[in-house]
């Protein structure tokens, strides 16, 4: 059976961090829209000056610019059997996109598992991980600089790299997201529980804690 997970939370709940890692647990490829998006800007490409107006400021990007760029992504084989989408859907919007787009795809498989996952935690706990996060540009792997450093300071555990900051990771910009979340993304936790593919974890705690919460959660 397919398995198509989706994770819902505010900005800096810890859904890259566990996603990155259930995704090299269940052999899934992690698609995860920030980096997509950020990739976009780095290569200076149409989409990437277009996105970055809208991430500078803490916005959503156009729906249309990114329903692009993740059928693309989930169209690949490597998909075919299952998914760890991270940052999409973010809108009531993007959820039924989500859905033509899943319905294009799965044409000749209509055996999904289909779940939501959400990561609940107080938003006054975010802004000091927001302003402490660090991540490795080669691999990908997040850090924090208080409560998950790295071994060597300001260096990639696994490849050496030095480790960068991310440009919307500022107290202000900080703020506009949390803003754009209530405003845009919160309504999807009602969205996925009418339709009863919610799946709520408490997103407090180490990330071996949460991590084990996680697992409970997609069996
Ligand atoms: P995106 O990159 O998706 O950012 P986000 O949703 O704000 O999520 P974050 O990456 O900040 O947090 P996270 O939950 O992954 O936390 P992490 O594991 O890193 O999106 C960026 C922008 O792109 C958006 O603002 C928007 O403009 C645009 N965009 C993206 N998707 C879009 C879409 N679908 N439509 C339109 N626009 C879109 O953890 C955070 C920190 O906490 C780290 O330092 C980590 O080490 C630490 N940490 C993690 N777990 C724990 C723990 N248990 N205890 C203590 N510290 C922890």
Not at 190 to 195: E, I, V, W
Request: aromatic fraction near 8%; charged fraction near 30%.
């Amino acid at each position: 059976m397919k398995k198509e997970l989706i994770f819902l939370g505010p900005p800096a709940c810890g859904k890259g961090t566990q996603t990155n890692r259930l995704a090299e647990y269940l052999n899934f490829p992690h698609v995860d829209t920030g980096s997509l998006l950020r990739n976009e800007i780095k290569n200076e490409t149409e989409a990437g000056i277009e996105a970055k107006k809208f991430i500078d400021k803490g916005q959503l990007v156009p729906a249309e610019l990114v329903a692009k760029i993740i059928k693309n992504r989930l169209s690949q084989d490597d998909c075919k059997d299952g998914y760890i989408l991270d940052g999409y859907p973010r809108s009531i919007e993007q959820a039924d996109k989500l859905e033509i787009i899943n319905q294009e795809i799965n044409t000749d498989n209509n055996d999904v598992d289909f779940r939501a996952i959400y990561f609940d935690i107080d938003v006054n706990l975010l802004i000091e991980r927001i302003i402490n996060r660090r991540s490795c540009p080669v691999c990908g792997a997040i850090y924090n600089l208080l409560s998950i450093p790295p071994k060597v300071e300001n260096h990639c555990d696994k490849d050496g790299a030095e480790l960068t900051q991310r440009k919307d990771d500022t107290k202000e910009v900080a703020q506009a997201r949390f803003d754009t979340y209530f405003k845009e993304t919160a309504p999807l936790i009602d969205y996925y529980k009418n339709k009863g593919v919610l799946r709520t974890i408490n997103a407090d705690g180490t990330v071996d804690e949460v991590w084990e919460r996680l697992l409970e959660v997609i069996k």
